[in-house]
Nanobody, 125 residues
Framework: QVQLVESGGGSVQAGGSLRLSCVVS????????MGWFRQAPGMRRERVAT???????YYVDAVKGRFTMSQEQGKKLLYLQMNSLKPEDTAMYYC???????????????????WGQGTQVTVSS
């Protein structure tokens, strides 16, 4: 079991950048699928990007070319670099983890079991 704590959210103007961080503690030496998700007010939570144990990152179309997910320090830090931000990127962003037992579920953001508390991103036009 891992624990996840996000940081790095804030308020920016459209076209700006933010980098979100997620500190992974606990059983961080084990392999997990990791993901970034977001939830806007009144909307369902959606997948942003997921990372499988092989290091392959899967992005949703809405963020391709603008967001980059990466992992460092022996899997203890997870990042989401967000460039060219748009007002529609405004949401609470969450870091999440799941077991790597199902590669399809990992990639599609299905049944992620462990979640951080979230960090708010607000993009103004």
């Amino acid at each position: 079991q891992v624990q996840l704590v996000e940081s790095g959210g804030g308020s920016v103007q459209a076209g700006g950048s933010l980098r979100l961080s997620c500190v992974v503690s606990g059983d961080s030496d084990s392999n997990y699928c990791m993901g970034w998700f977001r939830q806007a007010p009144g909307m369902r939570r959606e997948r942003v990007a997921t990372l499988d144990p092989a290091g392959v990152v899967y992005y949703v179309d809405a963020v391709k070319g603008r967001f980059t997910m990466s992992q460092e320090q022996g899997k203890k830090l997870l990042y989401l670099q967000m460039n060219s931000l748009k007002p529609e990127d405004t949401a609470m962003y969450y870091c999440a983890a799941r077991s790597p037992s199902n590669s399809y579920a990992c990639a599609q953001g299905i049944a992620y079991q462990t979640w951080g508390q979230g960090t708010q991103v607000t993009v103004s036009s």
